[in-house]
């Protein structure tokens, strides 16, 4: 690997010592805390992540140019998993049956540990990165307009670092990295848990871009989704010359949609739903034979979940019987709410509360502050003071929402999920203004941070055998009972997207960066930083 360290993140490195002097008091304020990893072990994992400082802004850089959707990561895939065996980690591609899916594992004896995070983009969000208003690389082109481009990077920088102090050290215990492929879609974690990836895993770490810094515990408050299109066929006729001789597939959509809409106003208020019509027929004088409505089903428990599938099932097959056609259907996801584990959460907020927020600078305030100025969104500086732990006491009581599916993980195996500062507050989710910092230095240093405290929290598992069954005892004595896990699958629709990259990919492999001649991406397209004027 490329451990260089540019001028501007050079200053990191020093802070080490000064890392190491403040755990001491961090660790000793939770009363009771399981003892961990040692203050010198943590600041190794601490100059360890630091001296990957430059490694990382190329993951991040090159992830982002990548910009791959759901199912389609080929390249970002490949990219991370080659990293990981040059650092010594065995590869599994292709688990669980989805091609882009890979498992990275190293070490022995001792606990084991899994850490992940996402890889995919979304569809139609390409943006040039370091500027302040919307610009798309490609004309309606992927692009990781949720930040998932930073996740993967962090994880690694983290488990590198961690494995060098246990080799130093000579702590056993073993890691397991892996890929959320598809999160947009909420369409693989489910199968991944089905395929036994994680039947072995003592704990497992998850990381989510934010521009914040901390984690959680408990219900979380997000809804559990089911994905399934319904397909409906018809049979097609001259439209205008004998249009009874028909039965039109589109009708019954329309029948469908405009059903569940009345529905809604009898359904739990906390139940979010929607959906996009996939296929609607070939040309207006021909009676659509075929026609298919792709719907997201989500709520907050497994059973309102279930329930809402059930209605939209019944709602189809009364759509197909009032148009003369049939209908059927196909899973494409699914998401458990998610539910996050105490003693785990509290040993990573330490250490996230001992790291602290990145150094921001002049630079990266303005340039925040440009984005959101420019695009009508509130202004708030970059943050400087790390987030109070998340729990069921502070948060505000959840209505619905939005899904992850690393909820199917946290019913799994003990959980949490890391949110990491690599970008601006107020930006709008899934919309190009959440890519507009992800390949600039305010990326590059939330994933340093976030990298450190995932490390020191490795390494605390690792060496805490109390930790690791606190966190069991409350995944079995506080979590199971209050919810069991019930997900409703088929098979992982690794087809979608495929068309859309098949088209398109030709023409966005001319935006990817090229490390080996550019110190930055915004330097391989010629944006300066800060840039704060629309270009």
Request: glycine share 8%.
């Amino acid at each position: 690997m490329n451990t260089s360290i540019p001028h501007r993140l050079r200053t990191l490195a020093a802070g080490a010592s000064a890392l190491a002097l403040a755990l001491q008091p961090v660790v000793a304020q939770a009363a009771g805390a399981p003892k961990g990893a040692s203050k010198a072990q943590k600041a190794a994992a601490a100059a360890a992540v630091d001296a990957q400082a430059k490694q990382i802004q190329v993951m991040v850089d090159q992830v982002f140019s990548y910009a791959e959707p759901g199912f389609q990561e080929v390249r970002t895939s490949a990219y991370l998993a080659d990293i990981l065996e040059k650092n010594g980690f065995t590869v599994t591609r292709g688990v669980a049956g989805i091609p882009t899916a890979f498992t990275a594992t190293w070490g022995s004896g001792g606990p084991l540990i899994a850490l992940g995070s996402d890889i995919d983009d979304l569809l139609g969000v390409s943006q040039v990165p370091g500027i302040p208003n919307v610009k798309p690389l490609l004309e309606g082109a992927p692009g990781h307009g949720e930040g998932h481009n930073s996740g993967m990077p962090l994880v690694i920088a983290a488990a590198i670092a961690a494995k060098q102090v246990m080799e130093k050290n000579h702590i056993p215990g073993r890691l397991m990295l892996w890929p959320g492929v598809a999160e947009e879609l909420l369409a693989t974690k489910a199968y991944y848990v089905q395929a036994g990836l994680f039947k072995d895993v003592d704990a497992c770490i998850f990381t989510h871009v934010s521009s914040d810094f901390t984690t959680a515990y408990g219900d979380q408050g997000q809804n559990g989704m089911v994905s399934v299109e319904y397909t409906f066929h018809g049979k097609t006729a001259h439209a205008a010359g004998d249009p009874w001789d028909g039965h039109s597939a589109l009708d019954a959509v329309e029948i469908m949609d405009t059903a569940w809409n009345y529905r809604r106003e009898h359904l739990p208020v906390t139940q979010r739903s929607h959906y996009v019509i996939t296929e609607g027929g070939g040309q207006p004088n021909v009676v659509p034979g075929k026609a298919s409505v792709w719907y997201y089903f989500r709520d907050r428990t497994f059973g309102a979940v279930k329930s809402l599938f059930d209605t939209g099932n019944e709602i189809s097959e009364a759509a197909a019987k009032a148009t003369g056609t049939t209908v059927e259907r196909r899973i494409l996801g699914y998401a458990a709410p998610n539910f996050g584990n105490k003693p785990l959460a509290e040993a990573a907020w330490r250490n996230i509360k001992a790291v602290g927020m990145p150094q921001w600078s002049a630079d990266d305030q303005a340039f925040a502050r440009a984005v959101q100025e420019t695009n009508q969104r509130k202004v708030e500086p970059l943050r400087n003071v790390v987030a109070d732990l998340s729990t069921p006491e502070n948060r505000p009581k959840s209505m619905g929402g939005g899904s992850d599916d690393i909820g199917d993980i946290m019913w799994a195996v003990p959980t949490i999920t890391v949110r990491y500062p690599s970008n601006i507050p107020n930006m709008i989710g899934h919309n190009v203004t959440s890519a507009m910092a992800m390949a600039t230095p305010i990326a590059h240093k939330g994933a340093v941070a976030g990298a450190k405290a995932v490390a020191m929290t490795v390494l605390d598992l690792m060496t805490s055998p109390k930790l690791i069954a606190d966190a069991k005892t409350y995944f079995t004595d506080v979590q199971l009972k209050t919810d069991r896990y019930a997900p409703i699958l088929e098979k992982p629709a690794i087809w979608l997207n495929k068309d859309v990259m098949e088209r398109l990919r030709p023409q966005m492999e001319k935006f990817y960066y090229d490390p080996d001649k550019y110190p930055s991406y915004l330097d391989q397209l010629g944006v300066k930083y800060p840039t704060v004027t629309p270009q």
